[in-house]
């Protein structure tokens, strides 16, 4: 029972540590690069819904597959789901480095409201006994999900995230056809880290913040 209350009180925890790392991705953004452009970060947000929306057949498809060979076809195709959504976004909707880079930041932030929104529904799964929930908590065990630094590395990977979404989006409205190199890196990232993930966490954050920053510094550099 204790171990439970401490599980229920770090993912709660999470919250408020994803949600630093929009505040502050913000205010860096904001003071150092451009002013925010509230309609940019709405497209953004409302692309990534869009590539949610696309991977949604996919995840039908694959219910009933084993978990991992279920995993490694969802993180495969979320490389051309959210990429090809990316790519119509800087092509019709936004233009210019402002409304580029904070297309970038709602991508990202989105995300990061569907971790917080997550992260609820994992706690108030902690706090059941039936067997499917027994089941589910085994199963995030399994993935290395449940830990009591929990928050630091979600942190830690939002982070990440955050660049790499930024990045991609800034290189896409500098190049078009960079299409054809964000697809396969956006899946091996994702799959990389569902392989990692089983043996070491923090392996894995570290290397999605450090995917996620080098794109970022190329994005801004290119402009």
């Not at 819904?49 to 060979?69: N, Q, S, T």
């Not at 210019?96 to 989105?110: K, N, R, S, V």
């Not at 706090?127 to 929930?133: I, W």
């Not at 065990?141 to 939002?158: K, S």
Request: proline fraction near 4%; aromatic fraction near 6%; charge should be positive.
């Amino acid at each position: 029972m204790t171990a439970t209350r401490t599980l229920r009180r770090a993912v709660l925890w999470t919250v408020p540590a994803v949600a630093a790392v929009a505040v502050l991705f913000a205010a860096a953004l904001a003071l150092w690069l451009a002013a925010p452009r509230w309609g940019a970060i709405a497209l953004g947000a409302g692309g990534w819904l869009a590539a949610l929306v696309l991977r949604g057949p996919i995840i039908a498809a694959v219910a009933k597959l084993p978990r991992e060979r279920a995993a490694t076809v969802i993180g495969a195709a979320s490389g051309p789901c959210e990429e090809i959504v990316r790519l119509l976004l800087v092509l019709l909707l936004v233009s210019g480095f402002p409304e580029t880079l904070w297309a970038g930041y709602g991508w990202a932030a989105i995300e990061i409201v569907y971790t917080m929104v997550n992260a609820l529904a994992i706690r108030s799964l902690l706090g059941r006994t039936d067997e499917k929930s027994l089941e589910a908590r085994r199963m995030l065990e399994a993935q290395g999900v449940l830990r009591a630094d929990g928050p630091l590395w979600a942190a830690v990977e939002r982070t990440g995230a955050g660049m790499l979404h930024i990045g991609l989006t800034l290189l896409l409205a500098w190049q078009p056809w960079l299409v054809l190199v964000t697809i396969p890196l956006h899946s091996a990232a994702n799959l990389l880290a569902v392989r990692l993930m089983r043996t070491s966490l923090a392996l894995t954050e570290v290397l999605v913040a450090a995917v996620g920053a080098a794109a970022f510094a190329l994005g801004l550099a290119c402009w």
